[in-house]
């Protein structure tokens, strides 16, 4: 049996004397591993490990293997009291060195929680921290709920970048050599008064995250095919859709759905249907939706869990099958539907192949649901990493 080794782990370091260091820790926990208060949910299923308790003997946490991931991220959450302890110092820049040996498989991602963190190291001192504060006066991290909102997207973005093998964002300075960014392709009507958000949650990315854009009537070229770089653009974004009144009637938003799924990208549903629709285009299943708000940052978030679970999931899925020795037919990093048979006839059965296995994560899909894809096909089989020991000998 080949030996498993877990796609990405995140170690969280802060000081045992730093108060909430506890609760940001377990914010981030149930962000990127799971959220214990709803044990059924579909998680990010990411492994999470905390260090904080100074080890046995040691005025330091214990260290951290960096043999046990194929990436491995360590946030720190740089306080006072991590700033005052030399030891803690110490043990950061420690694993900073060791970081910076793979650069492209391990990351330090120091957060500053105290305005003296920028200065702690020597070695830190050139990298661009997560930052906790804001330049606006209304936007003071006088409150737990308000850090959260300030790390989880750079978090979510840089932890993207680095199963995509992209450069860090935060140290990108020279336009010149900078790597693609995550894209969010917005999709949207012109016929009704959704296009108007649209453009304002367009305006609030390019203006206030490091991600990017792609907005049909800005980003098309003229002279370039309409067609052809729609269809580019939704095979290299991740879509988030406007659903409005009028998203249904119109043929390129539902070219863009359809580009995307075949292309297994991320998909956010932003439900801002006003009066009704004549018809719910059914291609818009099987993706999380958020009521539109005027709530942009958490579309973004949203979002970002998406691209970072679809990521993740793919890796994981492959490096389990691979430790059982298993050849799957295809790997979804969303819950299979009947859309997916459209690809799975096509692509067909193997020489010599009985059946066709297809593996999806966990949760696995009730029985009804099930039975529905079985009546279309029974040539194929549909397992999750719960289910897939009972198809090994």
Same mark, same amino acid.
């Given at each position: 049996?080949?030996?498993?080794?877990?796609?990405?782990?995140?170690?969280?370091?802060?000081?045992? &004397?730093?108060?909430?260091?506890?609760?940001?820790?377990?914010?981030?926990?149930?962000?990127?591993?799971?959220?214990?208060?709803?044990?059924?949910?579909?998680?990010?299923?990411?492994?999470?490990?905390?260090?904080?308790?100074?080890?046995?003997?040691?005025?330091?946490?214990?260290?951290?293997?960096?043999?046990?991931?194929?990436?491995?991220?360590?946030?720190?959450?740089?306080?006072?009291?991590?700033?005052?302890?030399?030891?803690?110092?110490?043990?950061?820049?420690?694993?900073?060195?060791?970081?910076?040996?793979?650069?492209?498989?391990?990351?330090?991602?120091?957060?500053?929680?105290?305005?003296?963190?920028?200065?702690?190291?020597?070695?830190?001192?050139?990298?661009?921290?997560?930052?906790?504060?804001?330049?606006?006066?209304?936007?003071?991290?006088?409150?737990?709920?308000?850090?959260?909102?300030?790390?989880?997207?750079?978090?979510?973005?840089?932890?993207?970048?680095?199963?995509?093998?992209?450069? #860090?964002?935060?140290?990108?300075?020279?336009?010149?050599?900078?790597?693609?960014?995550?894209?969010?392709?917005?999709?949207?009507?012109?016929?009704?008064?959704?296009?108007?958000?649209?453009?304002?949650?367009? &305006?609030?990315?390019?203006?206030?995250?490091?991600?990017?854009?792609?907005?049909?009537?800005?980003?098309?070229?003229?002279?370039?095919?309409?067609?052809?770089?729609? #269809?580019?653009?939704?095979?290299?974004?991740?879509?988030?859709?406007?659903?409005? &009144?009028?998203?249904?009637?119109?043929?390129?938003?539902?070219?863009?759905?359809?580009?995307?799924?075949?292309?297994?990208?991320?998909?956010?549903?932003?439900?801002?249907?006003?009066?009704?629709?004549?018809?719910?285009?059914?291609?818009?299943?099987?993706?999380?939706?958020?009521?539109?708000?005027?709530?942009?940052?958490?579309?973004?978030?949203?979002?970002?869990?998406?691209?970072?679970?679809?990521?993740?999931?793919?890796?994981?899925?492959?490096?389990?099958?691979?430790?059982?020795?298993?050849?799957? &037919?295809?790997?979804?990093?969303?819950?299979?539907?009947?859309?997916?048979?459209?690809?799975?006839?096509?692509?067909?059965?193997?020489?010599?192949?009985?059946?066709?296995?297809?593996?999806?994560?966990?949760?696995?899909?009730?029985?009804?649901?099930?039975?529905?894809?079985?009546?279309?096909?029974?040539?194929?089989?549909?397992?999750?990493?719960?289910?897939?020991?009972?198809?090994?000998?």
């Amino acid at each position: 049996m080949k030996e498993f080794l877990t796609p990405l782990t995140v170690y969280i370091v802060w000081h045992p &004397d730093y108060s909430e260091g506890q609760q940001i820790a377990d914010f981030l926990y149930s962000v990127l591993c799971r959220d214990s208060s709803k044990p059924l949910i579909r998680s990010m299923g990411i492994p999470v490990y905390f260090r904080n308790t100074k080890a046995e003997s040691k005025n330091h946490p214990i260290a951290i293997d960096f043999t046990e991931s194929e990436f491995t991220t360590v946030i720190a959450l740089v306080s006072d009291e991590f700033v005052i302890d030399k030891e803690y110092g110490n043990y950061l820049e420690t694993i900073f060195d060791e970081c910076n040996s793979i650069s492209d498989k391990r990351r330090v991602y120091p957060i500053a929680i105290s305005k003296n963190a920028f200065n702690f190291s020597t070695k830190l001192s050139h990298i661009n921290f997560i930052r906790t504060q804001s330049n606006s006066n209304d936007c003071k991290i006088d409150t737990k709920g308000n850090i959260f909102n300030q790390i989880k997207s750079p978090v979510l973005h840089e932890l993207c970048r680095l199963l995509m093998n992209m450069k #860090k964002a935060t140290d990108e300075t020279d336009s010149l050599t900078i790597s693609p960014p995550i894209k969010l392709f917005i999709s949207h009507s012109k016929h009704d008064e959704s296009k108007l958000d649209a453009v304002r949650f367009r &305006d609030y990315i390019n203006s206030q995250t490091q991600l990017k854009t792609f907005f049909d009537t800005n980003d098309i070229a003229y002279g370039s095919n309409f067609g052809d770089e729609i #269809k580019k653009a939704a095979h290299e974004s991740a879509l988030v859709v406007f659903q409005s &009144d009028s998203y249904a009637d119109r043929e390129w938003c539902r070219i863009e759905v359809l580009e995307a799924k075949s292309a297994g990208c991320p998909i956010v549903i932003v439900n801002a249907v006003q009066n009704g629709e004549k018809r719910v285009f059914p291609y818009l299943g099987n993706y999380p939706s958020i009521r539109f708000r005027n709530n942009f940052l958490d579309i973004i978030d949203l979002t970002l869990e998406q691209v970072l679970f679809n990521l993740y999931t793919k890796m994981f899925l492959d490096s389990l099958t691979g430790m059982y020795g298993i050849k799957a &037919d295809r790997i979804l990093s969303t819950s299979p539907e009947l859309f997916n048979f459209i690809q799975l006839k096509a692509q067909g059965l193997n020489e010599g192949e009985n059946f066709g296995l297809v593996v999806y994560p966990d949760p696995p899909l009730g029985s009804e649901e099930m039975e529905i894809l079985n009546k279309l096909d029974g040539n194929f089989i549909f397992i999750t990493p719960l289910t897939l020991p009972l198809i090994i000998k």
